[in-house]
């Protein structure tokens, strides 16, 4: 059964810092590797997808990185905003479906001025 | 405008009552989903729809139902089953099951009176 792991579960940086998201997995057979963004009580929005031959996506001030071999994936977050606070999903899709996604638990990042 | 709509968007239930969650979409999908997310979880997968008058249980459906009369609704029933109800409640659609992307409403939380 793919279990995903998000570490750090909380993290708090001052405006303008560089940082990374970590996300790892336990089975490497997967089709993709999504990262989401939750503001409080709200849905979720897709940041980036990652199929599972890519090694990387960038989108703006974003980047995704996957190793599918290691069960790894990083979400580097350049030039930190206050508006950038928010709860950081991964989510693996595998199985015999693209559908079925398995979610990590979320790392809540603060960004303070 | 096109998008995933959720109604209520706090809920309470009372002991032994069923609840109903609604779940409506106007973006022409084939397929749908519902999640619970409890605090410092990911998110785990109740039921999914992959096309009208069908349905397939996820990792948790004990205590839950769900119908798919329409193709643009998606209600889930939290039944008196459930004993452990309180949770943050997101509904998903993409175009079909093995679409790579998932589109969020903005969820329903339950509370237990």
């Known amino acids: 059964k793919q279990e995903v792991t998000q570490i750090p579960a909380a993290l708090s940086v001052p405006e303008g810092e560089n940082l990374v998201l970590n996300c790892s997995f336990t089975d490497s057979a997967i089709y993709n590797l999504q990262w989401f963004r939750q503001d409080p009580g709200k849905g979720l929005t897709s940041l980036l997808l990652?199929?599972?031959?890519?090694r990387e996506q960038t989108s703006g001030r974003l980047n995704a990185s996957l190793d599918k071999s290691s069960g790894r994936s990083t979400l580097y977050i350049a030039a930190s905003q206050p508006g950038d606070s928010a709860t950081y999903l991964c989510?693996?899709?595998?199985?015999?479906?693209?559908?079925?996604?398995?979610f990590g638990q979320g790392t809540i990042l603060t960004v303070h001025p | 405008d096109g998008g995933i709509t959720q109604s209520p968007k706090y809920l309470f239930r009372k002991e032994g009552q069923n609840v109903t969650l609604s779940c409506e979409q106007n973006?022409?999908?084939?397929?749908m989903y519902w999640y619970r997310q409890d605090p410092g979880q990911g998110l785990r997968l109740i039921y999914y729809?992959?096309?009208?008058?069908?349905?397939q249980k996820g990792d948790i459906a004990e205590g839950y139902s769900v119908s798919r009369e329409k193709k643009e609704s998606f209600p889930l029933t939290v039944t008196s089953a459930q004993k452990n109800p309180t949770a943050f409640y997101l509904c998903a659609s993409s175009a079909q099951l093995d679409s790579q992307t998932q589109y969020f409403g903005p969820g329903t939380r339950l509370l237990v009176l």
């Open positions: 989510a693996v899709a595998g199985g015999t479906s693209y559908g079925k996604l398995t």
């Open positions: 973006l022409n999908h084939d397929a």
């Open positions: 729809s992959q096309i009208v008058n069908d349905f």
């Open positions: 990652i199929q599972s031959s890519q």
